[in-house]
T-cell receptor, first 116, second 113 residues
Framework: AQKITQTQPGMFVQEKEAVTLDCTYD???????LFWYKQPSSGEMIFLIY??????QNATEGRYSLNFQKARKSANLVISASQLGDSAMYFC?????????????FGTGTRLTIIP | DVKVTQSSRYLVKRTGEKVFLECVQD?????MFWYRQDPGLGLRLIYF???????EKGDIPEGYSVSREKKERFSLILESASTNQTSMYLC????????????FGQGTRLTVV
């Protein structure tokens, strides 16, 4: 079974619109963390936002916010007022304990294209 | 700035060769990871390590091994490279606690011919 599921392989969004990228996860741990990364065409992995499983407030970082719905096991990324520079691959990831160690698992990604 | 450095950006090897991919981090991170990235498949975890000489299999360890003799260095080894191991390989590292975002290397694009 997939640990992290991103159901949108690609999305096209008009510039200045808000966009939501979907992510669902599967874990039996109580303590875990969820990340979003951006990968532009240059290939570097850029950290965007982090949500801990015990955090009650949704995480926000500038134009990025994470819509965390624990009961539904979803951690969607919301980008407000999209810009042309937001065009990139976006990956959702989960960090969970693995026999006392850390395991970090990624989804298959969503390619976001912002249209002028 | 934290740096995770992978030894090569591009690599071309022949089928059957033994291939070493090196990753070095300068932040004393306990955890290190190796992934391969393929279109449509995202990042798939090959191996990870939480301490010197410790290693755990990820989701796709077949055909790979790893070595962590020093805390700052985590090596991925392809014992006998095959064409289906042509891919982008990414190394990452992070602290154990408190939870911090993992830092990534720039990636190595390996082509096996």
């Amino acid at each position: 079974a997939q640990k992290i599921t991103q159901t949108q392989p690609g999305m096209f969004v008009q510039e200045k619109e808000a966009v939501t990228l979907d992510c669902t996860y599967d874990t039996s741990d109580q303590s875990y963390g969820l990340f979003w990364y951006k990968q532009p065409s240059s290939g570097e992995m850029i950290f965007l936002i982090y949500q801990g499983s015990y955090d009650e407030q949704n995480a926000t970082e500038g134009r990025y916010s994470l819509n965390f719905q624990k009961a539904r096991k979803s951690a969607n990324l919301v980008i407000s007022a999209s810009q042309l520079g937001d065009s990139a691959m976006y990956f959702c990831a989960m960090r969970e304990a693995f026999f006392g160690n850390e395991k970090l698992t990624f989804g298959t990604g969503t390619r976001l294209t912002i249209i002028p | 700035d934290v740096k995770v450095t992978q030894s090569s950006r591009y690599l071309v090897k022949r089928t059957g060769e033994k291939v070493f991919l090196e990753c070095v981090q300068d932040m004393d991170h306990e955890n290190m990871f190796w992934y391969r990235q393929d279109p449509g498949l995202g990042l798939r975890l090959i191996y990870f390590s939480y301490d010197v000489k410790m290693k755990e299999k990820g989701d796709i360890p077949e055909g790979y091994s790893v070595s962590r003799e020093k805390k700052e260095r985590f090596s991925l080894i392809l014992e006998s490279a095959s064409t289906n191991q042509t891919s982008m390989y990414l190394c990452a590292s992070c602290y154990w606690s408190p939870p911090r975002d993992p830092f990534f290397g720039q990636g190595t694009r390996l082509t096996v011919v």
